[in-house]
């Protein structure tokens, strides 16, 4: 299974991420945003969290139009799979792959700590290794993590079944507590909260190991 996790100036997750997707099985290759191609037979594309051109304008709006991103725009519109964290989301979301927007946190400061997290379905590769209505410990590091959809989208995203995460204590005032949305093909995820930091024992749990795993395990075999 190959992944290309996107490198932006800024970034400060990418190696994390890197390390993640190897230990459960993967070939990894680090894609700098300039470049204008993925490589090769890339299975699914990483993006990273971080502050990626230190988050001016928007969060991942900068990002959103480097090269690399219409290479990860064209691979998700042709059926490929991308992984968008926390800066990765904002990304997400600002070309269009996910609905909704990323806004301030509902007390304006920055949140840096681990929160509980409630799976709420299994239905995509990235949430099939954990039971519906598991519950999860995942470090979170964000500013701007209150996500945002109307009511007619929020709706959508509930019937659709496509809300993958809610947070068990809100921590960012995030709209229905969603934590990660998938796409309607279920091939994208964008999630706020950080599971490539609680993937080996040394980061003080494993809770997010069962994600890169069921990714590696599906599309292997896929």
């Not at 997707?21 to 945003?33: L, S």
């Not at 950080?194 to 040394?202: F, G, L, S």
Request: glycine share 12%; charged share 20%.
């Amino acid at each position: 299974m190959k992944a290309a996790i996107i490198v932006f100036p800024g970034s400060n997750c990418d190696r994390d991420l890197a390390v993640a997707f190897e230990k459960a099985g993967a070939d990894v290759t680090m894609v700098w945003h300039k470049d204008t191609e993925l490589p090769a037979g890339v299975d699914i594309v990483g993006i990273p969290g971080g502050f990626s051109f230190g988050d001016y304008l928007r969060c991942g709006a900068i990002a959103a139009n480097s090269p690399i991103c219409r290479s990860v725009v064209a691979h998700a519109e042709k059926g490929g799979y991308a992984l968008g964290i926390c800066n990765g989301f904002q990304v997400l979301t600002e070309t269009g792959l996910l609905p909704g927007a990323l806004r301030r946190n509902a007390n304006l400061k920055y949140i840096c700590k681990p929160v509980g997290l409630r799976v709420e379905t299994t239905d995509t590769i990235y949430t099939g290794g954990y039971d519906k209505g598991q519950e999860v410990l995942i470090p979170i590091a964000h500013h701007d993590g209150n996500y945002y959809v109307d009511d007619a989208k929020l709706a959508e995203l509930k019937g659709e079944e496509r809300i993958a995460f809610t947070y068990l204590d809100n921590p960012n005032g995030s709209v229905a507590d969603i934590a990660g949305v998938v796409s309607r093909n279920r091939r994208v995820l964008g999630m706020m909260p950080h599971p490539e930091r609680m993937a080996e024992p040394e980061h003080g749990g494993t809770d997010g190991s069962a994600m890169f795993r069921n990714m590696v395990d599906q599309l292997v075999t896929a």
